[in-house]
């Protein structure tokens, strides 16, 4: 171990002059040189920036991966494959994991049954939803949490180091302004005493001692100026970051809005799908009570929002078909009370007394007395039938 002790003390000197410099700065009974008002603004800005750019960082990874420390050990494994400077192989997302515990529980419980057939098309939009997800991590953590990163690790690094350097330049020419005026001082009170002959040589050695110290007065403001060029440089690329992190903020945002529009796509589709076999969850039902969850949207609901799983009774007038044979082709479309409806599923009628649909058509819808409330009547063309209201939005 090469031990310097000089060059420790100097350090140790330097340590403390600068301690008792920013006491007296702050009591107020040292000068300061203060900076220029755009230097002080590009400081402020850049510190704002500094500030901010953290938080959203860190509160990005937070919504990315809300559990920093799970049962894979990600962020610990993210830290070493950092830190070996080696890229993050893809992981598996809780999304496919559920997906496959599906599928394996499907096999045990028999795909030929109702809950395992079930399980296999629900595990597989599943494992999409995961694959989704595991895409739009990757993208935002390239497009987005990347540059954030860089700027803090690197810009961020170097602009701190122009200003630390920057402020020791500040301190160091205070120091020469306090030994030019201390110097100027005792060279004034030396002319002014009544035997001045006699103190010609000590006159001579303070003058030549201000002269230095001006000398390193102008050195000092030299430096420091150039200093202060630097930094101001640096802290003007403040704007291009901002510029920089605007195009990664937009690029953020698409990514999001491409993640959820799969996830509503493939819940679409997975309603769909689980829509085709409304009764298949209830042979085994109670007789006496039923559960009953309508895939589409209810009329008297937000579009686009399923409503809850509800527990209906089989109570007259609510149950899924009304209490007495209703003859279709008997009824007449009345004069009045019947209206358009957009068809928001596909549905394929169970009898002859249903109307099959198709999403996205219109047809014309009307009630009759006795009838389900659930259920109207339905006519496209000389087609008539009974329609779940529940696939319908109702128009005005």
């Known amino acids: 171990m090469d031990f310097n002790l000089k060059k420790l003390t100097s350090d140790a000197g330097v340590f403390f002059t600068r301690a008792v410099q920013f006491t007296e700065e702050k009591l107020g009974s040292a000068e300061k040189t203060e900076l220029d008002a755009h230097l002080e603004n590009l400081i402020a800005r850049a510190d704002c920036t500094k500030n ?3 938080k959203i960082f860190r509160q990005t990874e937070v919504l990315l991966q809300p559990n920093p420390i799970d049962h894979t050990g990600a962020r610990i494994e ?28 499907a096999k045990d419980f028999g795909p030929g049954t109702p809950y395992g057939s079930t399980l296999i098309t629900v595990g597989e939009y599943q494992s999409r939803l995961g694959g989704a997800e595991r895409e739009f991590l990757q993208t935002s953590a390239i497009n987005f949490l990347t540059p954030l990163r860089n700027f803090l690790e690197g810009d961020w690094r170097t602009i701190s180091k122009e200003r630390r350097l920057l402020e020791n330049r500040r301190l160091d020419l205070d120091i020469c302004k306090a030994r030019v005026k201390k110097a100027k001082q005792a060279e004034a009170k030396a002319a002014a005493e ?9 006159n001579y050695v303070l003058s030549a001692s201000a002269s230095a110290a001006e000398q390193e007065l102008r050195v000092a403001q030299t430096e420091f100026d150039r200093q202060a060029e630097v930094t101001r440089l640096l802290l003007e690329g403040i704007s ?7 195009r990664c903020l937009h690029e953020f945002v698409e990514a999001q809005a491409t993640y959820y529009a799969q996830c509503h796509q493939y819940m679409q589709e997975l309603q769909k799908e689980l829509s ?6 209830a042979s085994n039902a109670n007789p006496s009570t039923s559960a009953t969850c309508p895939s589409p949207v209810s009329s008297a609901t937000l579009p686009g929002v399923s409503p809850p799983c509800l527990a209906s009774t089989s109570t007259p007038g609510i149950a899924r ?4 044979p209703l003859k279709i082709q008997d009824v007449q479309q009345p004069s009045t009370g ?3 409806a957009k068809v928001l ?9 249903e109307l099959s649909l198709l999403a996205d058509e219109l047809i014309t819808v009307y009630t009759v007395p006795g009838m389900d409330p659930d259920w109207l009547v339905g006519e496209r063309g000389n087609q008539k039938g009974k329609v779940p209201v529940t696939y319908l939005e109702l128009l005005s």
Do not use: C
């Open 52 to 54: 901010w750019t953290e």
């Open 78 to 105: 993210e830290f070493f494959y950092e830190k070996l400077d080696k890229k993050i192989p893809s992981r598996t997302t809780n999304g496919e994991l559920l997906g496959q515990y599906m599928l394996d529980a």
């Open 194 to 202: 009544p035997d001045f002959q006699e103190t010609r040589p000590r």
């Open 240 to 246: 291009s970051t901002h510029v920089n992190h605007l």
């Open 276 to 281: 085709r076999y409304p009764n298949s969850f």
């Open 321 to 324: 078909e009304p209490s007495g």
């Open 338 to 340: 019947h209206r358009k």
């Open 345 to 353: 599923y596909d549905y394929d009628a169970h009898d002859t007394s």
